[in-house]
């Protein structure tokens, strides 16, 4: 059984309470090794992505939080006469894949006796989380970038959340829900809670089941504090310690080229992570200088197989609207895979499959932009 341990010391993961960093030295929680996988553990009477259950590491009598998550299509383009698949993780719940980490994580917080707690995001995880903490009676105060698009905001605010606006960029909302945080209240948070990435992972095997159980070529996905990639990266390694695939894809992680701390440490070293800055762009969703996943996952690329790549906001704004014209309402932060798809096509091994990670819903074009 994988186990949960701080990345420093060692130091288990307590069977009650919800620590969002090691009470020992401070460090990050994660687990010692990809989940568990098996057909045979499938419960396939359990709604939705939750047949996979036997996966998610759940405290015994943990109960099931659905809104109706994951089953998202894999939709098949053409680029350069070449087939292109896109992972809809933009049709969940809420309009991203993050309710696939939400529904474990709330899931958790309930198996340990949570009926509060604090939440930072530059929305999407925010709007996640709230409204699956609805689902589940949780009482939420979610802290955001005053910069977060306004229907993110909103969308927040009608789960019944307390909607916290910081000035500043999203830094400054971290650091604000921290000394929350340090007061005692539960920090649910989407990144350094290390829950959700087994409910992330399940991309994978979906992607698997969709391709007829095989696994994609490459695999391409934007990254902010890493969680989304990492966990599809932990996926893809269950199914090939389990013996279902004999390798796994070439994996592709795009940042924002204002704020690519990622892609600077993948190609520079561990220490350039803390060289990037945090300027303003469209992919609102992985403005992160200070990636909490971030070695973790240039870690496991470099032992996988991958790479890291930065676009630039005219490169943004073109896929955003190229995606627009075939089809595809994505918000902004989703046309990252686009572009980079676009830079990296001939050396991409086939059939590649891009992540869409939010719905275009969520994000409303300002004059300067426009």
């Known amino acids: 059984m994988t186990t949960i341990r701080c990345v420093e010391c060692g130091f288990p993961y307590p069977d009650e309470g919800v620590p969002f960093r090691c009470p020992s030295c401070g460090g990050v929680f994660d687990y010692d090794d990809a989940p568990n996988f098996s057909l045979d553990s499938l419960q396939n009477h359990l709604p939705g992505y939750w047949r996979y259950r036997a996966c998610f590491d759940l405290l015994e009598g943990a109960p099931v939080v659905t809104l109706g998550e994951g089953n998202t299509p894999l939709l098949w383009d053409v680029v350069e006469d070449q087939p292109i698949a896109l992972k809809m993780e933009s049709m969940n719940p ?9 529904a474990v994580l709330v899931s958790q917080l309930l198996g340990r006796g949570v009926t509060e707690a ?13 409204a699956y903490a609805a689902r589940a009676g949780i009482k939420c105060r979610i802290y955001v970038p005053e910069s977060a698009s306004g229907p993110k905001r909103r969308q927040i605010e009608m789960y019944g959340a307390e909607l916290v606006a910081v000035p500043g960029p999203r830094s400054e909302a971290a650091r604000a829900v921290l000394r929350e945080a340090e007061k005692g209240v539960p920090y649910a948070s989407h990144a350094y809670l290390p829950f959700g990435l087994m409910g992330i992972a399940t991309i994978a095997y979906e992607i698997w089941e969709q391709l007829g159980k095989k696994a994609p070529g490459s695999l391409i996905a934007p990254v902010g504090h890493g969680g989304l990639l990492l966990g599809i990266v932990r996926g893809f390694s269950a199914l090939k310690n389990a013996g279902y695939i ?5 994996y592709v992680g795009v940042q924002a080229a204002v704020c690519d701390p990622v892609v600077r440490a993948f190609h520079n070293g561990l220490n350039a992570l803390d060289t990037a800055g945090e300027g303003d762009t469209l992919a609102e969703g992985v403005r992160v200088r200070q990636p909490v996943r971030g070695k973790a996952l240039v870690e496991e690329i470099k032992r996988s197989g991958g790479d890291f790549v930065a676009v ?28 980079a798809l676009k830079k990296q096509f001939h050396q991409l091994p086939q059939p590649v499959v891009a992540v869409i990670s939010g719905i275009g819903l969520k994000y409303y074009p300002s004059n300067e932009i426009h």
């Open 94 to 102: 809420s309009g991203s894949y993050k309710d696939r980490g939400s």
């Open 118 to 130: 604090v939440e930072d995001s530059s929305g999407n995880a925010g709007a996640s989380f709230a």
């Open 246 to 250: 004999g390798r796994v894809p070439y």
């Open 312 to 339: 630039d906001e005219r490169e943004i704004l073109e896929s955003y609207g190229e995606l627009g014209r075939r089809g595809y309402y994505v918000e902004p932060t989703s046309a990252l895979v686009w572009a």
